[in-house]
């Protein structure tokens, strides 16, 4: 594969995490400094922390940032009014707008209706499931090192979609450095992080490659290394031949690690979101787990 499109896949598939994961700023997050383990990519967003619709008329500010979100996609038929969620928490170098809406269809309608609209548009899609509950559709600008994506997250009996747009690359570039203190196994290539700030926590956002492994087989290769560094792991679920979840956990930082087979067949890709209290009790936290 070459260099764009691989980035490309690196890209959107962080930007995903970012924005679903741990990309709620702003909105109640206070729950994920409890000493409550974080659900799965499906149950991640608890009913108190999912954004609020605001009536009413929105400041240029609003509607600057949600041009700036929606502009690379049409309005989906059956949504509600899109709403502000974010913009550029990524950091300077990564100045990303994100808008959301819910509609009452299934993620899986939703990301084929982006999909059709893409594919008819002549642009190149990429995009992956998590299972029936969650996934992104969208596609990369390689003039402008964009990225335009709709990411689907199933969320009490409606789905919640994240219409986000923004120029990562540079950031991942970049390459910021991988902190010591999160067990990541010699093999990983290309290991890749995002680091921004929630209201009353930390999150980190980790992506790599496994190259030549399976997903049982990388997942057994991150609860050892996780383990042998003093972590709690507890797998969600029996490591399948395409997807495995792990739940991780030492002091004042928890995460879910995500392991999926690679496109390619060959190789197992790694995502690893992890949140750090910024309340953490003395002896908690990154400087505690190196």
């Known amino acids: 594969m070459s260099r764009v499109p691989r980035l490309a896949v690196r890209v959107l598939s962080l930007l995903f995490s970012a924005v679903v994961v741990g990309g709620l700023v702003g909105f109640g997050w206070g729950r994920l400094a409890e000493e409550v383990a974080p659900a799965p990519v499906e149950r991640v967003v608890p009913d108190e922390a999912r954004p609020v619709a605001r009536r009413g008329a929105r400041t240029p500010e ?9 502009s690379a996609f049409p309005p989906y038929p059956r949504g509600s009014r899109p709403e502000v969620l974010a913009a550029d928490y990524l950091g300077p170098d990564a100045p990303v707008a994100v808008a959301w809406f819910s509609t009452e269809d299934a993620p899986d309608q939703v990301l084929s209706h982006y999909r059709d609209t893409l594919l008819e548009a002549g642009l190149p899609v990429l995009g992956e499931r998590h299972g029936e509950y969650a996934g992104y559709v969208g596609y990369w600008s390689p003039a402008a090192e964009a990225v335009h994506l709709v990411s689907v997250l199933a969320q009490g009996g409606e789905t919640l979609v994240f219409i986000s747009s923004g120029q990562v690359a540079p950031l991942l570039e970049g390459a910021p450095e991988v902190p010591g203190w999160i067990p990541l196994p010699e093999e990983t290539e290309e290991p890749t992080v995002l680091t921004f700030q929630m209201e009353g926590a930390t999150q980190y956002t980790l992506s790599g490659r496994l190259a030549g492994m399976s997903v049982p087989g990388a997942a057994e290769l991150l609860q050892r290394t996780f383990e042998g560094r003093g972590w709690s792991v507890q797998p969600l679920q029996e490591p399948g031949e395409l997807a495995a979840e792990l739940e ?43």
Do not use: C, F, I, N
């Open 62 to 70: 609003e509607e600057a940032v949600l041009e700036r979100a929606l």
């Open 248 to 290: 991780v956990h030492r002091g004042g930082v928890r995460g879910l690690v995500m392991v999926r087979q690679a496109p390619s067949l060959l190789d197992a890709e790694v995502y690893l979101s992890l949140t750090e209290r910024m309340r953490a009790p003395a002896g908690h936290g990154p400087e505690a787990v190196r």
